[in-house]
């Protein structure tokens, strides 16, 4: 299953030429500011310049990826066509490895059969293989690593011991420097599995101060760094400012206001040299929250449109009802799916459901007060794909001589 979905994604990779480094804007769409880090750091440069043009020190993306894009344009050269097919093969290979996960939180969910199903669903499906073989970014290793939390978050509610937990501790650490947004999770994720134990009698209070500690042993050297470069603690990234201005502003309807960004805007990338990266994140967060207060209603209504973004699809045009295109109708569909197989696994106490709840409720809290992005869907992909093959599997396996599908009882003669 692995070999196979890895071949058809690195045979996607060549026929759709995406291994063609981007020469627009000096390259920035090869990776945007995770590929202008790699560039930095493979010129000796250190981590810094997320726009380029020497503005310092950088903690504006995560280290993990860049770190692996830096070490990639080390070896096979900076923005070539090799090192996009390295780091295009590294995106396919996790991608498919995410089968295995898939397949071991399906099995407790659902059974044998249906994680067979669902595993190979994710390694032959075509949008699942999208990020991995069209961008230059971290998209394939947020569901990796989160969908083996999941996995452990499972079997540590039953059993598990010592190694389990550091691993627990582990993951999420890594989680944590590649998608730091995924991390709203965290608390919901330990705590549930608390809960499951202590209705099993099961002891948790030394094993998680394990799995804490561990946590905090991956993400303190990069901490730590920031606090040297800086002069102040940042955690892991900087942008949040930024991120929550280009959702919220004048003229902002829910969407992204791209032209904001110094890549694409001259002033923004003066000002972003002038003030310096915190003192520009803070002046963006500024100027966002004077909005928001100022316009609490227009901001309430771009996040109930953000909501139904993030779940059915970000529209080209929100002036339009046009932006319903096939595209964000499988989109939405898809969403439908796993939200109604979410409920009726809650109904009938599927072991798991109230995990995947929280996952549901907690990740895309952030994006409905930014912006909303298809790519921002992705890291639960697996568990959406999971619930959407538990419903179908529900509805399959209804009896049928049920009512249901037998229509209205006869008057006997």
């Excluded at 981590?47 to 990826?65: C, H, I, K, M």
């Excluded at 009896?399 to 008057?411: F, T, V």
Aim: aromatic share 18%; hydrophobic share 50%; proline share 7%.
């Amino acid at each position: 299953m692995i070999l196979i979905s890895f071949a058809l994604q690195v045979v996607a990779i060549g026929m759709t030429h995406q291994f063609r480094p981007r020469a627009q804007d000096d390259h920035f769409g090869f990776g945007w500011e995770m590929g202008r880090i790699g560039r930095s750091l493979a010129m000796g440069q250190g981590f810094s310049n997320p726009y380029g043009d020497s503005t310092g020190p950088t903690a504006w993306e995560p280290p993990l990826y860049p770190l692996l894009t830096g070490g990639v344009f080390r070896i096979f050269g900076v923005y070539t066509a090799a090192s996009a097919w390295v780091l295009l093969t590294i995106n396919s290979f996790l991608n498919a490895l995410t089968c295995i996960p898939v397949f071991l939180i399906a099995r407790k969910f659902l059974g044998e059969k249906l994680a067979l199903w669902s595993a190979w669903i994710w390694a032959l499906l075509p949008y699942e293989m999208y990020w991995a073989v069209h961008w230059v970014f971290d998209t394939t290793f947020s569901p990796f690593f989160l969908s083996l939390i999941i996995w452990l978050s499972l079997e540590l509610a039953e059993r598990g011991g010592w190694k389990k937990w550091a691993w627990f501790g582990a993951l999420w650490g890594m989680l944590a420097l590649s998608n730091p947004s995924t991390l709203s999770f965290l608390p919901f994720s330990g705590l549930w599995v608390w809960h499951q134990r202590h209705k099993r009698g099961l002891p948790s209070f030394k094993p998680a101060v394990l799995a804490a500690a561990i946590f905090f042993l991956c993400i303190t050297p990069w901490l730590v760094r920031n606090h040297h470069v800086f002069g102040r603690w940042v955690f892991i990234r900087d942008d949040f400012g930024m991120q929550l201005r280009l959702g919220n502003g004048p003229y902002a309807d829910g969407m992204w206001r791209a032209y904001l960004q110094p890549n694409l805007n001259v002033e923004e990338f003066a000002a972003f040299r002038r003030l310096g990266e915190l003192a520009y994140a803070e002046r963006c967060r500024q100027l966002a929250f004077a909005w928001i207060r100022q316009n609490p209603a227009r901001f309430a209504l771009n996040s109930l449109k953000r909501f139904f973004y993030f779940w059915g699809g970000v529209p080209k045009d929100t002036n339009s009802l046009a932006w319903m295109d096939w595209r964000n109708s499988l989109f939405l569909a898809s969403s439908v799916l796993a939200l109604w197989g979410l409920g009726r696994a809650i109904r009938k106490k599927k072991p798991g459901a109230g995990l995947f709840l929280w996952l549901v409720l907690s990740y895309p809290a952030i994006y409905y007060f930014v912006y909303p992005h298809a790519r921002y869907r992705h890291p639960i992909e697996p568990e959406l794909l999971i619930l959407g093959v538990y419903l179908i599997s529900e509805a399959s396996s209804r009896p049928k001589n049920s009512p249901l599908d037998n229509g209205p009882p006869q008057r006997p003669q």
